[in-house]
C-alpha cells in the first residue's frame, strides 16, 4: 500500500474513534447546559450545539472561499445539509431504542423557516453565483430567526412554566446523572467534546480529501460528497448519541439547527468572504434534491412529531438515491467526471 494513503487511512480510523468518545461528553454536557438554563434541550441543540459542530463546515468552507475554491464551499455547505438530514437523523433513528421525538413548537417555526433559507439560496444561486451581498442576507437571516426563537421559547415558558413532557421523558435516561454534576464538570464535558469533535473532524478531513484527490473528483462534487461527509462527521457522531442516551430533543434539534446555519451561516459568510459559484447545472441539481431530502424528514417528523426506526430507513435510502443521481446523471453531464 502506498504510504502516503496508509496515512490517510490512519487519520480516518482515529478521527472516527475521537469523535466518538468526545461525541458522548459533548452529549451530557450540552444536555446539562439545558439543565442548567432551563430551557428546552430543543433549542439548546438548535443554537448551541449545532453552532459547535458546524464549526468544521464553516471553517472548510470560508477556506475553500479564500484559496479560490468557490464551487467546494457551496458543496461542502449544500451537501452537509443533505448529509444531516438522511444520515444523521436516519443512522440516530436506527439505532434508537424509542422513537426520536421533537418539541412541537419550535418545530414548525424552525421547519417553516427552514425551507424558506433553503429556497431564498436556490433564487440567489439561479445565475450560478452567491455574492456577497446575497451571503449577508442569509446571515442577517439567521440572527433574525434566533432573536425571535428565543422570545418564542421565552414566552412558552412564562405561559406554561414547565418544559414539554416529552422531552422531560427523553431525558430520563440521563437526567439523574447530569443533576449530580457540578457546574465545572458540565462545563469540561461540554468543552473537551466541543474540542474533541473539533480535531477529529480535521483528521478525518486531511484523510477524506487526500484520498479523493487522488482519484481526480471536481471541486463541486468533492464538496458535495467527500467535504461535506467529513465535515458533517460531528452531527452525525453526535445525533447519533443523542439518541442512543434517549436524548432525541438534543439530536433532532442539532440537525435542524445545522440545516439552518449550513445554508444562512456557513453559505453566508463564506458568501461574504469571496462570492461562491457553480455550474447551472449542479445548482439545478443541488437544491431541488435538497427539498426533496428536507422535505420528507420534515414531513415525517410532522406526523406525532416523531421519527420511527422506519423513517431512519427511508432517510438512509434517499442518501443513497441522492449519490446514485449525482454520479449516474449529474457529474457525466456538468464536466465533473472522476479521474482515476
Known amino acids: 500500500m502506498d504510504l502516503a494513503l496508509a496515512k490517510e487511512l490512519l487519520y480516518l480510523v482515529f478521527a472516527v474513534l475521537i469523535l466518538w468518545k468526545c461525541a458522548d461528553w459533548f452529549v451530557e454536557g450540552a444536555v446539562g447546559v439545558a439543565e442548567r438554563m432551563h430551557v428546552p434541550q430543543m433549542l439548546v441543540g438548535m443554537v448551541l450545539v449545532s453552532i459547535a459542530t458546524t ?3 464553516l471553517m472548510t468552507s470560508l477556506m ?11 458543496g461542502n455547505a449544500v451537501g452537509s445539509v443533505v448529509i444531516d438530514a438522511s444520515v444523521a437523523l436516519g443512522l440516530a433513528a436506527v439505532v434508537s431504542l424509542i422513537p426520536l421525538r421533537a418539541d412541537p413548537g419550535i418545530f414548525r417555526t424552525t421547519a ?26 442569509l446571515v442577517g437571516m439567521y ?9 418564542q421559547v421565552k414566552r412558552r415558558k412564562e405561559e406554561k412554566g414547565i418544559e414539554p413532557e416529552e ?49 481526480g473528483m471536481s471541486n463541486v462534487v468533492m464538496g458535495l460528497t467527500v467535504t461535506a461527509i467529513g465535515t458533517s462527521t460531528p452531527e452525525i457522531a453526535t445525533c447519533v448519541t443523542a439518541a442512543r442516551k434517549g436524548a432525541g430533543g438534543i439530536g433532532i434539534g442539532n440537525i435542524l439547527g445545522a440545516d439552518v446555519l ?34 420528507a424528514m420534515l414531513l415525517m417528523l410532522r406526523r406525532d412529531y416523531q421519527l420511527t426506526r422506519g423513517n431512519g430507513m427511508v432517510l438512509l435510502g434517499l442518501a443513497i438515491a441522492f449519490y446514485a443521481v449525482l454520479f449516474g446523471v449529474v457529474v457525466p453531464n456538468s464536466g465533473g467526471e472522476v479521474a482515476l
Open 262 to 295: 449550513n445554508i444562512c451561516w456557513v453559505a453566508g459568510l463564506s458568501a461574504v468572504a469571496h462570492p461562491l459559484t457553480a455550474e447551472k447545472v449542479d445548482v439545478y441539481f443541488m437544491f431541488p434534491a435538497v427539498f426533496v431530502v428536507v422535505g
Open 112 to 137: 417553516a423557516f427552514l425551507l424558506f433559507v433553503i429556497g431564498c439560496a436556490f433564487v440567489f444561486t439561479l445565475n450560478g453565483t452567491l455574492g456577497r451581498a446575497e451571503g449577508a442576507l
Open 167 to 215: 422531552i422531560q421523558e427523553e431525558v430520563h435516561q440521563i437526567e439523574e446523572k447530569i443533576a449530580n454534576m457540578s457546574l465545572g464538570k458540565i462545563a469540561f464535558l461540554f468543552g473537551v467534546g466541543f474540542a474533541g469533535v473539533l480535531f477529529g473532524s480535521h483528521l478525518l478531513l486531511l484523510g477524506a480529501e487526500g484520498i479523493a484527490l487522488r482519484i
Open 64 to 74: 475553500a472561499a479564500l484559496k479560490g475554491r468557490p464551487e467546494t464551499a457551496l
Open 55 to 57: 464549526s468544521p463546515e
Open 143 to 151: 440572527a433574525t430567526y434566533t432573536v425571535y426563537s428565543y422570545i
